[in-house]
């Protein structure tokens, strides 16, 4: 606690205003240990006092606090001021009023999301050019990650050349379990999305586009790895062609047996996959049977397993 | 990233021998909602809401009454695993439906115990899936469930909490699983 208010403090000392510790550590003593607030929230609302009671804007206290370089992979948790030094690889519909850009940043890690707030007052972006972007704040939705830019954020363009990367990350294990929403499935012409029921969740009622893929559950016995298989590597792993696929489907009148086929090929079985890893999914450029001989595996387990029970316990 | 935001992390599906399953008879829940996950943890201490197993279907039996019921009984080397689906499995029951055994079969699904009317505890497999697979993937199952049934003998001493449980319950004796683990790899050596 001393800590939190030492810091407070020190920080309020940059900002030119003398705060007394004895005072921070009374309402932190008061909150933490008399009303049981968690330190953090303690922390925030000592904050937010001294500066009403200075007449300090919020923005100002939070603004100039450098905040650490990370790299768009390295975003794993929810509510940090972060600087990224991406490209922007791609830019989306900025679809709602309060929203002035969003799309994708990248650097030589991956990519993660971003959004940049009509409040923000920010200078527009544009696509495939470099910037760094100062005290960003990330936030997570349902696993996946992204940045938003807001009013206390800085763009700063600059000239060197990132390249967009993504590091190959292998597993292995069982496939355990086929998604719903793969085998034969039909996209929305508009903006490529799977169509439920016949009917894309932007565009309503389309007519949609055949495509192959499927989005599979593997597990080792210790950790759960979901993959994707696009169209490309579902046809050569499994052997199935878009053109087959519809064609038995059109036979059995029923889109289903495809997915019943690429089950019953791979469910159970043992491989190895090699891709991208994008949110919980890893994007898989190849894949193939886990063939790996198992006599060494015996020999060295059987070595563990029957020496005399020593270094544990 | 474990967690995907929702709340909902799928559950691993954990490696067990048929040995060590029938000794099983520990249920635990996470959590007092009547959805919580149901485990069942085991001597060596996997806490299994899930279990991958993969052997030879050797007896199959429709135990239904208005409505197919299946029942099959597949053997890995150390014993037999009992694997049940019904209407609310489909495919699971539609395959155990149409396969003569002996054939080797991989399953994922729940571990469940019941009580008969003798007062036996058994436990069987509600299978979510299961699949023909082949005498390889078989092999390298062995090998897997071996490998991770000694990491968690090697860990069953330490204080994880799923250790210390198991230990407590079943007083294992770890001589016991490790011969287990050494005989399954025998087996393998054998052929």
Sequence with gaps: MKEIAKK????????????????????LEQLINKFKVPPEEARRNVINYFLKQHNIPKTEFFASRETP??????????????????????????NHESLSQSGLLGDESGTVAFKKWVKANLPQVEE???????NVATSEWQGRFSVSLNKTSEIIPITEEITVGNTPVEFSGAI???QSGSGLIKRCP??????????????????????LRVKAVMDDGEKVQDILLNREVTESFTGITLDKAKEMATEALDQAVVLDMIKSKLVGRYYV?????????ILVDSIRQDTKPIEENIKRILAAATAPVAQEA | MAENGSGFVREVAHRVF??????????????????????????????????????????????????????GRIVDPTGAFFVSAGQYQPEAAQLLAKTTPPEFIAVVGKPT??????????????AESMYVVDGATRDRWVVETADLTAKRIAKLQSNEPDAVRAREHYSTNVEEYRAMVAMALESMKAQ
């Design chain 1, 8 to 27: 407070i403090e020190a920080r309020f000392l940059e900002l030119g205003v003398k705060v007394q510790t004895s005072e921070i550590e009374t309402r």
């Design chain 1, 69 to 94: 370089l990370v790299r768009a992979s390295e975003i794993i948790e929810n509510g940090k001021w972060v600087t990224l030094r991406c490209k922007v690889v791609q830019l989306w519909d900025a």
């Design chain 1, 128 to 134: 495939g050019k470099n910037y760094l972007f100062k």
């Design chain 1, 176 to 178: 355990v379990d086929i």
């Design chain 1, 190 to 211: 508009e903006c490529n999305r799977a169509l439920m029921k016949g009917a894309c969740g932007e565009h309503g009622k389309v007519e949609g586009l055949y495509d």
């Design chain 1, 273 to 281: 996959v090699v891709g991208a890893r994008l949110d919980r999914f």
């Design chain 2, 18 to 71: 048929a040995a060590e399953l029938k000794e099983s008879n520990l249920q635990a829940k996470e959590g007092q909602d009547q959805y919580s996950p149901q485990y069942l943890i085991t001597p060596t201490g996997a806490k299994c809401n899930r279990v991958f197993i993969v052997g030879t279907l050797t007896e199959k039996e429709d135990v239904g009454m208005d409505a197919e019921f299946w029942r």
């Design chain 2, 113 to 126: 115990i019941y009580t008969t009317k003798e007062g036996n505890v058994l436990t069987s497999i509600r």
